[in-house]
């Protein structure tokens, strides 16, 4: 296996000798025993304690002289076999090869820094052995996520030790690598969701259909209704007139705005209302994907934390996915007015927004900003969680009890923020700890079926 000098760098230029806790625990009892010998003026003990005590230090400045020139330039290394993207509750793998390049062996522990969302399956990120000059060494494990997100592998620490285990000396390789941990890619072609988008509205529902488009389809006889502009005149004869037909495109443009605020963050960790909208954003880009449209992305919470521009192709639905894997919940208050006005500016065509939202009672600078949004002809629905919904049932009485008192206000307060939004002619759809799968794609399937073309 050959590796470039490119292939790893380091953090860490140079390494310090400690003693390991059995060397430090040996001079420790020699110290003890010393001062026990100088107070019962015992020579045996002295003679014992002295012995103990001068063989850790010079085994450890034997040690610090055999790994004097220990540094960055004994390793080499590279990641193999290490997952750069994984579904969340799937499996992903990880690996690392070093080599050792220095002038000697010397007995290693090698550490491999992973998150703590990572269930270990098969494997070890950990390895001891004899470190020989010019021998290679590989680490490789298999592991479960157990939440979404961007994250990071690494770096690899190697820790020299003497052969009696009593000193070492420690090296960070930055070998670092990020790992895109994303929602559950949805089972197209599967499910219920997928048996409502085949209507006949969309089943047999063409992205092209005729009108006054640029791509030709056909010719056929003219009609009193046409437009004498379509006349094709060369191939129109005495008494016979025919018109020239092209494909109108019915594609569309869908955006979806996430509140990443801290209200999103309720529920267990991996089940959240934030995690249920940015998975029904995944299975809404696939089918989106089908159905060649455009859809974008924008994260917001006192601003944008993520923004992916309207765009269409297997390039685009992977930099979505990938943007949606970092959505994580901010400790800083969703401002709707200002998503709004940011949108206004970037959408150029008229475009469906679905906002996943913890918002209750509209502002009037929400409202506002939602008029001069609308006056732009893009339309805005809203997914709201349940908030109580998202906790599990909990063991004790008095538990339950609370449990059913926050949920009754929740409720009221869902009931109230209902009536506000949908004043304002909003469309509103709630959503509990199941998800909001279906009520997406259902809300899609209808839009789609309107034959609204941008």
């Not at 020139?69 to 960055?72: L, V």
């Not at 009696?164 to 000396?169: D, E, N, P, T, Y």
């Not at 219920?192 to 006949?200: K, Q």
């Not at 037909?245 to 705005?257: A, K, S």
């Given at each position: 296996?050959?590796?470039?000098?490119?292939?790893?760098?380091?953090?860490?230029?140079?390494?310090r000798?400690h003693?390991s806790?059995?060397g430090?625990?040996?001079?420790?009892?020699?110290l003890a025993?010393l001062?026990?010998a100088?107070?019962a003026?015992?020579?045996?003990?002295?003679v014992?304690?002295?012995?103990a005590i001068t063989?850790?230090?010079?085994?450890?400045?034997?040690f610090v002289w055999?790994?004097r020139?220990?540094?960055?330039e004994w390793?080499?290394?590279r990641r193999?076999?290490t997952?750069?993207?994984?579904?969340v509750?799937g499996?992903?793998?990880?690996?690392v090869?070093?080599?050792?390049?220095?002038p000697?062996?010397f007995?290693a522990e090698?550490f491999?820094?992973?998150?703590?969302?990572?269930?270990?399956?098969?494997?070890s990120p950990r390895l001891?052995?004899?470190f020989a000059?010019g021998a290679q060494?590989?680490l490789?494990?298999?592991?479960?996520?157990?939440n979404?997100?961007?994250?990071?592998?690494?770096?690899?620490?190697?820790?020299?030790?003497?052969a009696?285990?009593?000193?070492?000396?420690t090296?960070?390789?930055?070998?670092?690598?990020?790992l895109?941990v994303?929602?559950?890619?949805p089972p197209?072609?599967?499910g219920?969701?997928?048996?409502?988008?085949?209507?006949?509205f969309?089943?047999?529902q063409?992205?092209?259909?005729?009108?006054?488009?640029?791509?030709?389809?056909?010719?056929?006889?003219?009609?009193?209704t046409?437009?004498y502009?379509?006349?094709?005149?060369?191939?129109?004869?005495?008494?016979?007139l025919?018109?020239?037909?092209?494909?109108?495109?019915?594609?569309?443009?869908?955006?979806?705005?996430l509140?990443?605020?801290?209200?999103?963050?309720a529920?267990?960790?991996g089940s959240?209302a934030?995690?249920?909208?940015v998975?029904?954003?995944?299975v809404?880009?696939?089918y989106?994907?089908?159905?060649e449209?455009?859809?974008?992305?924008?994260?917001?919470?006192?601003?944008?934390?993520?923004?992916?521009?309207?765009?269409?192709?297997?390039?685009?639905v992977?930099?979505?996915v990938?943007?949606l894997a970092?959505v994580?919940?901010?400790?800083?208050?969703?401002r709707?007015?200002?998503a709004?006005?940011?949108l206004?500016?970037?959408?150029?065509?008229?475009?469906?927004?679905?906002?996943?939202?913890?918002?209750?009672?509209?502002?009037?600078p929400?409202r506002?900003?939602y008029?001069?949004f609308?006056?732009?002809?893009?339309?805005?629905?809203?997914?709201?969680?349940?908030v109580?919904?998202?906790?599990?049932?909990?063991p004790?009485e008095?538990?339950?009890r609370l449990?059913?008192l926050?949920q009754q206000?929740?409720?009221?307060?869902?009931?109230?923020s209902?009536t506000?939004?949908?004043?304002m002619?909003?469309?509103l759809?709630p959503?509990?700890?199941?998800?909001a799968?279906?009520p997406?794609?259902?809300?899609?399937?209808?839009?789609?079926?309107?034959?609204?073309a941008?």
């Open positions: 296996m050959a590796f470039s000098p490119e292939s790893l760098t380091f953090y860490r230029a140079r390494s000798s003693l806790t059995q430090a625990g040996i001079v420790g009892g020699g025993i001062g026990l100088l107070y003026l015992n020579v045996l003990l002295f014992v304690a002295l012995l063989f850790v230090a010079a085994e450890y400045l034997l055999s790994t020139d220990f540094s960055p390793f080499a290394a193999d076999g997952s750069s993207r994984v579904d509750h499996t992903g793998s990880v690996g090869t070093l080599a050792n390049q220095g000697r062996g007995y090698v491999d820094g992973y998150p703590e969302e990572f269930e270990m399956l098969a494997g001891r052995t004899f000059p060494l590989s490789f494990y298999v592991f479960r996520p157990s979404r997100g961007l994250f990071t592998v690494g770096p690899t620490t190697v820790v020299a030790h003497d009696l285990g009593l000193a070492f000396r090296l960070e390789l930055d070998t670092r690598t990020n895109f994303t929602p559950p890619r197209l072609g599967l219920a969701s997928f048996a409502r988008l085949r209507t006949r969309l089943g047999t063409a992205l092209r259909r005729r009108g006054y488009g640029t791509e030709f389809r056909s010719l056929r006889e003219y009609l009193p046409d437009d502009r379509t006349i094709a005149w060369k191939r129109s004869g005495k008494g016979k025919y018109i020239r037909e092209f494909e109108q495109e019915n594609r569309q443009d869908f955006l979806v705005l509140d990443a605020s801290s209200q999103m963050a529920g267990i960790p959240t934030l995690d249920k909208a998975e029904a954003t995944q809404l880009s696939a989106v994907a089908r159905r449209d455009r859809l974008g992305l924008l994260a917001w919470a006192n601003g944008p934390t993520s923004f992916v521009p309207l765009g269409r192709g297997p390039n685009h992977s930099t979505l990938r943007a970092a994580q919940p901010e400790n800083r208050p969703f709707g007015e200002a709004l006005d940011f206004r500016e970037k959408l150029k065509s008229r475009t469906h927004v679905f906002l996943f939202t913890g918002l209750t009672d509209p502002t009037e929400f506002t900003a008029a001069r609308t006056a732009k002809g893009h339309h805005i629905y809203a997914f709201t969680p349940s109580s919904s998202f906790y599990p049932p909990l004790g008095l538990d339950q449990l059913f926050a206000l929740d409720s009221r307060r869902m009931a109230l209902t506000a939004i949908r004043s002619g909003i469309p759809f959503y509990e700890r199941r998800g799968v279906d997406v794609v259902e809300l899609y399937a209808a839009v789609r079926s309107w034959g609204y941008r």
